[in-house]
C-alpha cells in the first residue's frame, strides 16, 4: 500500500535553516509529484511547492520561492523540503503529499511539526 | 494566482442535517481541476472529490461536488459525526494550486 512517511518533530531558532524528509513506499516513486503543504496554527492550508519525481521540475509560490527548496533521492524513494531563513510565522505543521493521476493529492505523510522560536 | 473564496466561513449543523459549502474561484477554472479536502485536527488532510464531481476512493456517496466556471460546492447530504471538521477547496488548473481559506462544519 502507498504510504508517506515523514521525519519527527523540529525545533529551531529564527534565522536557521530545516530539512524534513517524506519517505515514500508502495508505489513507483517516479511516476507521481509530491507536493508539501503546510498548516500554521489556526490557519488554513499553504501551498510550499511541489516537485515532479521524474525530472526533479520545481514549482514554488512566490510567498516562499527564494527560501525553500525541494529535492529528491530516488534510489530511496525519499523527498525533502528544505526552508532556510526560519521566522516565527514558520511554525506550523507541514504535510508532504502525492499527487494522483488526476492530480489531486489522495496520499498524505503524517505531518511534521516546525516550531520557530527564540 | 487563482483566488479560492469559501464560504460561509463556519457552518453550525446538527447530525442529520445537510450541509452545503460553496468555493468561489476569482477566475473561470476547468471542474477537472477542482478538488475537495476534509480536515480533522491531528490528521493529515482526505481528499473527498477530485475533477469537481468524482469522489475519490472509499469515500461515502453522502459528499456529492458538483459546479463550473467560478462556483462550485461540496454537498454533505446526512451530517454524521465524523464528517465534523474543516473543508478545503483546492484548483490545480495552473501550476500554483492553491487552497480556499477554509469551511468549518461544527455542530
Redesign the interface.
Known amino acids: 500500500q502507498v504510504e508517506l512517511v515523514q521525519s519527527g518533530p523540529e525545533v529551531k531558532r529564527p534565522g536557521a535553516s530545516v530539512k524534513v524528509s517524506c519517505k515514500t513506499s508502495g508505489y513507483t516513486f517516479t511516476d507521481y509529484a509530491v507536493?508539501w503543504?503546510r498548516?500554521a496554527p489556526g490557519q488554513?492550508?499553504?501551498?510550499m511547492g511541489?516537485i515532479s519525481v521524474y525530472n526533479e521540475d520545481t514549482?514554488y509560490?512566490?510567498k516562499v520561492q527564494d527560501r525553500v527548496t525541494l529535492t529528491r533521492e530516488i534510489s530511496t524513494g525519499t523527498v525533502y523540503m528544505e526552508l532556510t531563513s526560519l521566522k516565527s510565522d514558520d511554525t506550523a505543521v507541514y504535510?508532504c503529499?502525492r499527487r494522483?493521476a488526476?492530480?489531486?493529492?489522495?496520499y498524505?505523510?503524517?505531518?511534521t511539526l516546525v516550531t520557530v522560536s527564540s | 494566482?487563482i483566488v479560492l473564496t469559501q464560504s460561509p466561513g463556519t457552518l453550525s449543523v446538527s447530525p442529520g442535517e445537510r450541509a452545503t459549502l460553496s468555493c468561489r474561484a476569482s477566475q473561470r477554472i476547468s471542474a477537472?481541476?477542482l478538488?475537495w479536502?476534509q480536515?480533522r485536527p491531528g490528521q493529515?488532510?482526505?481528499?473527498l472529490v477530485?475533477?469537481g464531481s468524482?469522489r475519490?476512493?472509499g469515500i461515502p456517496d453522502r459528499f456529492s461536488g458538483r459546479g463550473s466556471g467560478t462556483d462550485f460546492t461540496l454537498t454533505i447530504s446526512r451530517l454524521e459525526p465524523e464528517d465534523f471538521a474543516?473543508y478545503?477547496c483546492?484548483q490545480?488548473s495552473t501550476?500554483?494550486?492553491?487552497?480556499?481559506?477554509?469551511t468549518k462544519v461544527e455542530i
Do not use: C, D, K, M
Not at chain 2, 501550476?95 to 477554509?102: A, H, N, R, V
Open positions: 507536493t503543504v498548516q488554513g492550508l499553504e501551498l511541489w514549482n509560490p512566490q504535510y503529499g494522483g488526476h492530480g489531486a493529492i489522495n498524505w505523510g503524517q505531518g | 494566482e477537472t481541476f478538488a479536502y480536515h493529515p488532510p482526505r481528499l477530485y475533477g468524482i475519490a476512493t474543516v478545503y483546492q490545480y501550476s500554483l494550486w492553491t487552497f480556499g481559506q477554509g
